[in-house]
């Protein structure tokens, strides 16, 4: 598996960066060496510095945006503080590394 980008289903821990409150449970949906998209219950402001937790990984983010699905929220956010993920150094439950589009492919033909 290579640094692209991974589909994957993993729960993490997710908390505002210095908030007093619990962290809260979110799915890892997609992940990059540079950020990532968590599927999570609750709404999340925009904005703001956050870390992104499970056994084996720790990575502060800033969340780009959040946006309401059917069922849930998406977190769309980017590693910050110098943090990139290796493949090497962890994995996601259940990943998926996604294809390379080619030209034709974004082109739509």
Known sequence: MDSGR??????????????????????????????????SEREWPTQVEIVIETEGFRAPAFVQSCRR???????????????RWDPEAWRPDHAYAAPAQTKSAKAGG
């Open 6 to 39: 991974v589909l994957c289903s993993h729960l993490v821990q997710v908390r505002i960066d210095g908030a007093e409150r619990a962290p809260e449970w979110a799915n890892l949906e997609e992940l990059d060496a540079f950020g990532a998209v968590l599927g």
């Open 69 to 83: 699905r059917e069922t849930d929220h998406a977190l769309v956010v980017e590693f910050t503080g110098g943090f």
